[in-house]
């Protein structure tokens, strides 16, 4: 016993004795963030514009073409944003395209009735908060699976923008004046909305990379047990995502709704698998498995090309949905094994030393 403790000992002493370990230099800091398994998705990016780039060369390498593709996706990283906080928690919330539209034909059809702009749009976003606060309730409060409950609410959002369109569309004069500038001014060829984009992809990054409680909110996603166990208040947390949820997609109905001039009836739908798909393949890059601002931004562009692409080069319609589809089957695949991976690397607790008691 007492060689061993020698055995400590000395290697205690040499390690006293050894130089620190060198700090990695800036080039192999640069080489380690560019990796392709952590931005993998800006290499099938870059692949994607060379082929459009060499398959549809005069109208696809331009710049008229970049503005194009961010002002055709920033709703579609709006949706995505306004559920990578929830997935963060662990939470679905498959309602999110549903309360864009409700939000979005309750702003059109208050204005078009006379109501004031600004408090015709506190009201839509006073719905998507309410609608956020309901999902939280069942899911939080009444303990129901978040697929099953947001799935259930987004029936009953559907039944209330039947009832006030009656499946007809929202139009008139007065959405052409104030209410179609929210969503329709443009800066320079890029309009607002993509200003809009990036403001919440900014204070999302910010929330969950440099805040206690965005470091909670991944503690929770990867493992809410034992984020419970160790002091975390799950279900806070998790029913503050939800509400948010509410409010952020019920924001980008209401501008989609400016876009699109009116309140449609289906305004929403189209962006639930985009979105879905967005904020997936975003968890594989930068984090290795964890829902992020950043992969999600690099994700609704890539998709965004993509889509951009196949209309440019005259491919079949059905062609835009394909590809999104098969993005989200390999996002998903990714996603599970970058996660397995990451918790089959944990540390496993080290087995009890019988000799750490002996004085040395």
């Known amino acids: 016993m007492s060689s061993k403790v020698e055995e400590r000992v000395v290697t205690t002493t040499r390690r006293h004795a050894d130089p620190a370990p060198q700090a990695p ?27 459009f780039s060499i398959w549809v060369p005069d109208t696809f390498p331009n710049l008229t073409t970049a503005k194009q593709i961010l002002n055709a996706n920033a709703i579609t990283g709006l949706a995505a944003l306004s559920v990578t906080i929830p997935l963060a928690a662990r939470v679905f919330d498959l309602s999110f395209a549903l309360n864009m539209t409700l939000c ?38 009444m ?28 139009s008139d004069a007065r959405l052409a004046g104030a209410f179609s500038k ?37 503690a929770v996603g990867f493992n809410p047990e034992a984020a419970r166990l160790a002091g975390v208040r799950v279900a806070r947390l998790q029913f503050a995502s939800l509400v948010t949820s509410g409010v952020l997609s019920g924001a980008a109905g209401i501008v989609l709704a400016s876009i699109l001039g009116g309140g ?56 835009g949905s394909f590809f999104v589809g098969v993005v989200l ?3 998903l695949t990714v996603t599970g094994l970058q996660r397995r991976t990451t918790l089959a690397a944990r540390p496993t607790e080290p087995e009890p030393d019988s000799d750490a008691a002996v004085p040395a």
């Open 264 to 319: 449609s009836p289906t305004a929403g739908t189209p962006y639930l698998l985009p979105g879905f798909a967005a904020v997936f393949l975003g968890a594989t890059q930068l984090k290795n498995g964890r829902f992020n601002a950043g992969g999600t931004v690099i994700a609704v562009l890539l998709l965004g090309t993509g889509v951009t692409g196949l209309g440019l080069a005259n491919a079949p319609q059905w062609s």
């Open 182 to 218: 929210i969503g329709q001014t443009t800066i320079v060829g890029i309009t607002l909305p993509v200003l809009y984009f990036a403001v919440v992809a900014v204070g999302i990054w910010y929330l969950l990379e440099h805040t206690a409680t965005g470091r909670r909110l991944y």
């Open 143 to 170: 303990k129901i699976d978040s697929f099953i409950a947001t799935l259930a609410t987004g029936s009953l959002l559907q039944a209330l923008v039947t009832w006030i369109t009656n499946d007809t569309p929202i």
């Open 329 to 331: 089957i390999a996002a």
């Open 25 to 51: 230099s800036l080039t192999s800091r640069w080489i380690s963030r560019l990796a392709v398994d952590k931005v993998g998705a800006v290499y099938v990016w870059l692949a994607i514009i060379a082929v």
């Open 104 to 141: 979005g034909v309750a702003v059109t059809h208050l204005v078009v009735d006379g109501v004031p702009l600004v408090a015709a749009v506190v009201v839509g976003l006073l719905v998507g908060l309410l609608v956020g606060l309901i999902n939280a309730t069942v899911v939080v409060g």
